[in-house]
């Protein structure tokens, strides 16, 4: 019978218990909020432990944690493990965990280090994409296979996902919180069109976040607030352009050096094809 330990009963914590539990896994769940994992487990049939030191016994761990809590949980596994774990962390950011994923991994502990491309609204993991970082034996395929087996398996290096990640999440945030806080000041939009539709759409990730992200290692590590800082000063430039009329050399510089790299005709062709997110 699959089992799983789960520690962390957030929103990806919870998709990950609703995920296992319809494909028939004995559930462990732990989370420093008790309150939560009794929720969860009424609702899966799961038990509750008091101490993620219990979750070593409970078959592989998954850790849906923030990224400093999953540090000391991966620290505190390996320090009072009796016998090899078993372990998966989904956290977006990997290079504050490299110290004690190799830690562990020394240790002959096996840490898959994944980062699943989709949020806590997917029904399922059929059609979506995984990211595993710094893939270090055959072990952690078979683990992974265990816990998303219809996910497509992409595999990096630290440094690549982080990279990416300052873009795809880090700046994004920072540009939805912004478009958040400027929106919020002007009246409500009585006229919805397919472009404040895409930006609502970026607001909304951005303010479903917790608190605690915009404190966290995603908006405050040095490679984002560097990023940042240079989106501020390209905001300054292009409002020059546009008091001068020279904006449109800008947008041409842009346009082609993006749609050399992504699809964005094809992006802007599903953006406007489907009308029902036009009220």
């Known amino acids: 019978m699959l089992r799983f330990s789960i520690v962390g009963c957030g929103q990806m914590g919870s998709w990950f218990a609703r995920h296992l539990s319809a494909r028939g896994a004995s559930l462990t769940l732990h989370d420093k909020e008790r309150r939560k994992a009794e929720s969860l487990a009424k609702r899966f049939d799961a038990r509750v432990i008091d101490s993620i030191e219990e979750a070593a016994d409970s078959g592989p761990i998954l850790l849906a944690l923030p990224i400093k809590e999953t540090s000391q949980a991966l620290r505190d596994l390996v320090d009072f493990a009796e016998h090899k774990l078993r372990i998966v962390e989904i ?50 395929d078979f683990l992974v296979r265990m816990l998303l087996p219809k996910t497509r398996i992409r595999r990096m290096t630290w440094f690549e ?51 605690s992200f915009y404190e966290d290692y995603a908006m405050n590590n040095s490679s984002a607030m560097k990023l940042f800082r240079a989106y501020a000063a390209n905001v300054q430039t292009f409002l020059k352009a546009l008091e001068r009329s020279r904006a449109t050399e800008l947008v041409k510089e842009a346009r082609k050096v993006l749609r050399r790299r992504y699809a ?5 062709n599903s953006l406007y094809s489907d009308s029902r997110n036009c009220r």
């Open 264 to 268: 964005l005709d094809v992006i802007y």
């Open 91 to 140: 956290c977006s950011f990997k290079g504050p965990l490299r110290k004690q994923i190799s830690y562990a991994r020394r240790g002959g502990h096996v840490v898959a280090s994944i980062h699943p491309l989709f949020g806590p609204g997917q029904r399922d993991d059929k059609d979506t994409v995984t990211i595993h970082v710094d893939r270090g034996s055959r072990s952690e």
């Open 161 to 211: 996902h982080d990279e990416a990640m300052t873009v795809a999440i880090s700046l994004t945030h920072f540009i939805g919180i912004s478009a958040a806080q400027q929106v919020s000041k002007i009246r409500p939009l009585k006229v919805k069109t397919k472009s404040l539709y895409t930006l609502l759409s970026l607001i909304s990730i951005s303010i479903s976040e917790s608190d």
